[in-house]
């Protein structure tokens, strides 16, 4: 099994402020990754897949890049609609894999 | 706009099987994967296995023998079946919507686009 790594596990932040989530996978992926945001008590939403590609709705603050073994998921400006846990997974082999979640909080 | 919904027993029993039904509405059915992936209270996401709409199954090893999918197009449903469960089991079952995503390794490969708002099962006595 593909084994994911997300760091930090969690992270302290502002309104306004610049977040980058990072997502390290244990063998190459290309670029089968997805970045999923949840709220406490809400199904995950479908953020990015392909590494970089924006679900439709997904607001442009959103970016993703990467490819092979390390990826990122930025926010640009945090707004207090983006405190949440986000998840990357990967979809390149079988079983399907996710990490271990980043929590995002407010400071 | 396309929803999809899980239904079922919330409670059920050590040693007894896990039945549940996603219903996929404002949607095709067809040429998409339909998966179920579940969450223990306050833990991380477990991808269980999911089906093609032509039938094609793939399970997680680590489920894979107490693990059934199906599902009925004409219904636009798929169904999970989990045996023998014990209160590892508890946890948020979610079914998702794949769309095909690449070809690699012998594979397509899917990425979820669109999820359920998921169904708590407890295993208790």
């Known amino acids: 099994d593909i084994q994911m790594t997300q760091s930090p596990s969690s992270l302290s932040a502002s309104v306004g402020d610049r977040v980058t989530i990072t997502c390290r996978a244990s063998?190459?992926?290309?670029?089968?990754l997805a970045w999923f945001q949840q709220k406490p008590g809400k199904a995950p939403k479908s953020l990015i897949y392909a590494a970089s590609s924006l679900h439709s709705g997904v607001p442009s603050k959103f970016s993703g890049s990467g490819s092979g073994t390390d990826f990122t998921l930025t926010i640009s400006s945090l707004q207090p609609e983006d405190f949440a846990t986000y998840y990357c997974q990967q979809y390149s082999s079988y079983p399907l894999t996710f990490g271990g979640g980043t929590k995002v909080e407010i400071k | 706009q396309v929803q999809l919904q899980e239904s079922g027993p919330g409670l059920v029993k050590p040693s007894e099987t896990l039945s549940l039904t996603c219903t996929v509405s404002g949607g095709s059915f067809n040429t998409y994967y339909w998966s179920w992936i579940r969450q223990p209270p306050g833990k991380g996401l477990e991808w269980i296995g999911y089906?093609?709409?032509?039938?094609?199954?793939n399970n997680n090893p680590s489920l894979n023998s107490r693990v059934t999918i199906s599902a009925d197009t004409s219904t636009k449903q798929s169904s999970l079946k989990l045996t023998s469960v014990t209160a590892a089991d508890t946890a948020v079952y979610y079914c998702?919507?794949?769309?095909?995503?690449?070809?690699?390794?012998?594979?397509?490969?899917?990425?979820?686009?669109?999820w359920g708002q998921g169904i708590l099962v407890t295993v208790s006595s």
């Open positions: 089906i093609h709409y032509n039938g094609n199954t």
């Open positions: 063998q190459g992926i290309s670029r089968y």
């Open positions: 998702a919507r794949g769309q095909r995503g690449g070809y690699t390794s012998g594979w397509y490969v899917h990425f979820f686009d669109y």
